[in-house]
């Protein structure tokens, strides 16, 4: 399927819009490769099968679809949000836990916005922007989950990255890799203005 980048996917997130039997988000990942793909809406490790990618990773102009029908049903129509990593715009990487408070990651930029989901085992799609915060510190949102959001010292944007300020399981266990997206602040310091 052709995706519109002008360079190589590293993170794609499938779902269809016609089908509630087959609701699952699939999401490929760079880091965790074409034979696997994790549910958006599930706290599950990565699932191993061809049947989401077909085994083959994106390229320059396409994404490949194997035959399972959450992202690839006959007659059944689907959304694809297919993210690459610009220089100070965006960030699609992964990182190892440390079980330390005070894990930085690098992504070049200021974030305004990251979700998080370890890759190595089982844990939540957890979700930090900079117009939710206590203090310095992002509140904290689980894609997986329909629950309100936790206020807590998380997750701190810093001009080049983010902090872990916290050893916990789903963010920063030492040793398990965590994948994640992030977008970069604008640098504006005000509230936007709603579209009309």
Known sequence: VGHGLDSTP????????????????????????????????????????????????????????????VANQSSANYIAYNFTSKPGFSKVGSYTGSGVVGNTVMTVFEPAFVIIKKSSGTG???????????????????????????TGT???????????????????????????LAFAADGSTATPSLAN
Not at 126 to 138: A, C, E, I, V
Request: zero cysteines; glycine letters at 6%; charged letters at 10%.
């Open 124 to 150: 939540g799609w957890y979700m930090f922007d900079n117009k939710r915060l206590t203090g310095s510190y992002s509140d904290q949102l689980a894609a997986n989950s329909s629950a309100a959001e936790t």
């Open 154 to 180: 998380y997750v701190k944007f810093l001009a080049n990255g983010f902090q872990l300020n916290t050893a916990a399981s789903d963010l920063n266990t030492s040793s398990q890799t965590f994948i994640y």
């Open 10 to 69: 590293e993170m794609v997130i499938v779902k269809s819009i016609t089908t509630t039997a087959n609701g699952s988000w699939s999401v490929y990942h760079i880091e965790t490769g074409a034979t696997k793909s994790i549910a958006l809406e599930q706290a599950t490790t990565p699932f191993t099968d061809v049947g989401y990618w077909n085994n083959t990773s994106p390229t320059a102009s396409v994404f490949s679809l194997g035959t399972y029908a």
